[in-house]
């Protein structure tokens, strides 16, 4: 082991720090470190299908959530009824798409894949078409970019 008891990795780069831990802890990220459980790369595995590995897009779109907690401007996650009027998570919703947090980064991140992956297999971009549209109910405020390509993506894939 690397590291204190319950932390399997630590990685840091340029000011900022990565740590991968052991147990449930959560995956969080602010002030300049980003906590990822060691099961991250699994967060939206199927428990019907443990065996069945989960596509890369699933730990990449978490990791580009996380990522946005450390940047500066990041307005954090807020409480709220979601656009769709869908019951919003307590403390784990974005205000608004532009500027967003963690699931803004996140949908966009996912979006990208699914209309210019032109190098990922069509079963990724597939899924990663798919796991966006799970993103839908976690903004407060109907999605809007001032970014004509960002428009067109929530017109298309959240008719927002």
């Known amino acids: ?92 919703m974005d205000a608004q798409f532009d500027p967003g947090s963690g699931f803004t980064r996140a949908a966009l991140y996912l979006m990208w894949i699914y209309k210019y992956g032109r190098y990922d297999p069509a079963s990724i971009r597939t899924e990663a078409k798919d796991v966006a549209a799970t993103l839908k109910d976690r903004f407060c405020a109907r999605p809007t970019s001032a970014n004509p390509l960002v428009k067109a993506l929530l017109a298309e894939l959240w008719n927002a």
């Open 1 to 92: 082991m690397c590291c204190e008891p319950g932390l399997l990795a630590r990685e840091s780069q340029g000011g900022g720090q990565v740590q991968v831990q052991d147990g449930d802890a959560g995956n969080t990220a602010g002030g300049g470190v980003m906590n990822l459980d060691r099961t991250f790369t699994l967060w939206s595995n199927n428990p019907a299908q443990p065996t069945v590995a989960t596509p890369y897009i699933h730990s990449l779109y978490l990791f580009m959530h996380e990522a946005r907690h450390n940047e500066v401007g990041d307005p954090g996650h807020t409480s709220c009824t979601a656009w769709t009027g869908a019951t919003g998570t307590p403390n784990d």
